[in-house]
């Protein structure tokens, strides 16, 4: 089966074209997640591939994003990334073909945080965050795992207080989650609780998560 396909595409941030490599969706298989939805695959890994950098400036954002973010961008803003992500590819290269590594996707993300810390975007933030803890996780280094999960719960304590996001189930839940990998137990079990006692939240598949954590800390604790 084929796995890898590329595109063309061009840079609204330095106008320069290269090319993208992703992955077709029927080479991704998933064996399995862990509680804080880590997925985990058989085969390559598409997270290492789900961000588009540009190979000249090191611009780098999800595809949805990639055109349109700089439009929301006032200029200041803008020459801010152009110098930031100068000083970042005279620090280090990436590989962007398809042969690229854990340590490659951890260079992507981290230039994506870049770019997303200068928009404000706190729910892609959240979500980069979590993505670097998982992949320290891969890598057994647990003190930077712990770094970036603690990153991503600030990002994803902001979503929440904003509201009116549409998974805010989910929010809820990973923030539970992320309290508890982090060793604080009865702000998890709070954060549980609140999703647990919203009704609304009844047929969500994190209602049934937060009870089976609520039941693992109870276990631990008695």
Not at 59 to 74: G, R, S, W
Not at 85 to 103: Q, V, Y
């Amino acid at each position: 089966m084929k796995e890898f396909w590329s595109k063309r595409i061009k840079c609204p941030l330095c106008t320069t074209e290269f090319k993208h490599v992703s992955i077709f969706s029927d080479a991704v298989r998933i064996e399995s997640r862990e509680t804080d939805l880590k997925p985990n695959f058989s085969g390559v890994n598409p997270l290492f591939y789900s961000l588009i950098t540009c190979s000249n400036c090191y611009y780098t954002a999800f595809e949805d994003d990639f055109d349109k973010l700089l439009l929301n961008l006032n200029p200041d803003k803008i020459l801010k990334l152009k110098r930031i992500l100068t000083i970042a590819k005279k620090r280090f290269k990436i590989n962007l073909s398809e042969n690229r590594d854990i340590d490659d996707a951890i260079k992507i993300h981290s230039l994506a945080i870049i770019t997303y810390t200068i928009a404000d975007m706190k729910n892609k933030l959240a979500e980069i965050y979590l993505r670097l803890a998982w992949f320290y996780r891969d890598k057994g280094n647990k003190e930077n795992e712990l770094i970036a999960l603690s990153k991503a719960l600030i990002s994803l304590e902001e979503v929440y207080e904003k509201g009116n996001q549409k998974n805010e189930d989910r929010v809820i839940y990973l923030i539970g989650e992320l309290y508890l990998r982090l060793g604080k137990v009865d702000k998890a079990r709070s954060w549980f609780s609140k999703l647990i006692e919203n009704k609304s939240f009844k047929n969500s598949v994190y209602f049934k998560m937060a009870m089976d954590r609520l039941a693992d800390i109870k276990g631990v604790t008695e």
